[in-house]
């Protein structure tokens, strides 16, 4: 950090450029640590940069902790760092990870001293939260109101938040920075964080559309797209045509379930005919006359209903076996199994 007067003006640049730095091992270390020409900003726990877990950090300017006081000042459960509430009030005490023994089963705790936790930190730099609370030093209250209010018309549209990046991008934007570099944020899918990945699309997108603001993303970065993603419409999408074949395939399966259900219902209706047929012998001639006849009926709709089922379940073969095809040339350990064809034995 520079000496620089952050809280004066919690709100005024140092320079013109700002990296947002994210936990993401894959880019986190493209940051500018070295260009002073660039502000770095953390958030979270990342600001204690003593904390192992957050030794990569060569420097910072400015720390975002978004989430409620409940939250971050919890003891005991943060495991990102157990002492997050002492060195957010800068404070020394009882180590919160230990409870002030020292150790954490029979190793010695490596978070404190002995059971002390005492790690003074720097109280001149910003730390943008929902409320400026007196026993957190260098807390600021995030600007919340006045970004939104500032989009004018759009101000409901643009009330959107799921994470912490979209409050640091939208706060880079209000304070009118001319490039914003963002590292160490990916949000993939199959993740914790992929909920979150739309808002942050829609905050990189805000800043691509702000005329004054030049947006980089890390190098690898798939925050907005796929590297060599083809575009939809204008290039040969095998991705896109798979989709297609999948919605015809599903499209028979659902037909097929129907029509397998409707020769569930026809077998019971069936069977309860050839129940009354064995208990009515004695009856009269005409009467069994009619119950065959109602047999026969329901043995002739079966029929068309399980040639039906067995198109629908072709269909869905062949469109299963175009969409392995795909898989095999674009994911070759894809594949899935075959379904296997219905026959008169399986509704009997």
């Given at each position: 950090m520079t000496d620089f007067d952050y809280l004066t003006d919690p709100f005024k640049r140092r320079v013109d450029n700002v990296c947002i730095v994210g936990m993401a091992t894959t880019t986190r270390g493209q940051a500018p640590w070295d260009d002073d020409d660039y502000e770095i900003w953390v958030l979270n726990e990342m600001g204690h940069i003593e904390h192992s877990n957050y030794e990569w950090i060569k420097r910072f300017d400015r720390l975002f902790q978004i989430h409620q006081r409940w939250d971050f000042m919890r003891e005991g459960t943060n495991f990102n760092d157990y002492n997050h509430p002492l060195w957010l009030k800068n404070e020394s005490g009882p180590c919160l990870q230990c409870r002030g023994t020292g150790k954490v089963g029979r190793a010695d705790c490596k978070l404190c001293d002995s059971g002390l936790f005492n790690h003074p930190r720097s109280t001149h730099f910003p730390i943008y939260m929902q409320e400026s609370y007196d026993d957190i030093p260098g807390s600021v209250r995030y600007p919340y109101e006045e970004i939104v209010s500032s989009y004018g018309p759009n101000a409901d549209e643009v009330e959107y938040f799921t994470n912490s990046m979209g409050y640091m991008t939208a706060l880079a934007l209000y304070m009118k920075y001319k490039k914003i570099k963002v590292v160490g944020f990916e949000m993939g899918s199959g993740t914790e964080y992929s909920y979150q990945r739309p808002n942050a699309q829609f905050w990189l997108g805000i800043a691509i559309g702000t005329p004054e603001t030049s947006l980089e993303l890390a190098d690898g970065s798939q925050l907005l797209k796929v590297p060599g993603q083809p575009r939809y419409g204008y290039d040969a999408v095998p991705e896109l045509n798979r989709m297609h074949l999948e919605i015809k395939r599903n499209s028979h399966d659902k037909s097929e379930r129907q029509k397998l259900a409707q020769l569930q219902q026809i077998k019971g209706a069936a069977m309860d005919i050839q129940r009354r047929m064995q208990a009515e012998k004695g009856t009269s001639a005409?009467?069994?006359?009619?119950?065959?006849?109602?047999?026969?009926?329901?043995?002739?709709?079966?029929?068309?209903?399980?040639?039906?089922?067995?198109?629908?379940?072709?269909?869905?073969?062949?469109?299963?076996?175009?969409?392995?095809?795909?898989?095999?040339?674009?994911?070759?350990?894809?594949?899935?199994?075959?379904?296997?064809?219905?026959?008169?034995?399986?509704?009997?």
């Open positions: 005409k009467r069994r006359e009619k119950l065959g006849k109602e047999l026969s009926e329901l043995n002739n709709r079966g029929g068309a209903i399980l040639m039906e089922l067995n198109w629908h379940r072709a269909c869905k073969l062949t469109y299963q076996q175009m969409m392995d095809e795909l898989d095999a040339v674009f994911d070759p350990k894809g594949g899935s199994d075959k379904p296997k064809p219905v026959t008169p034995e399986m509704v009997q």
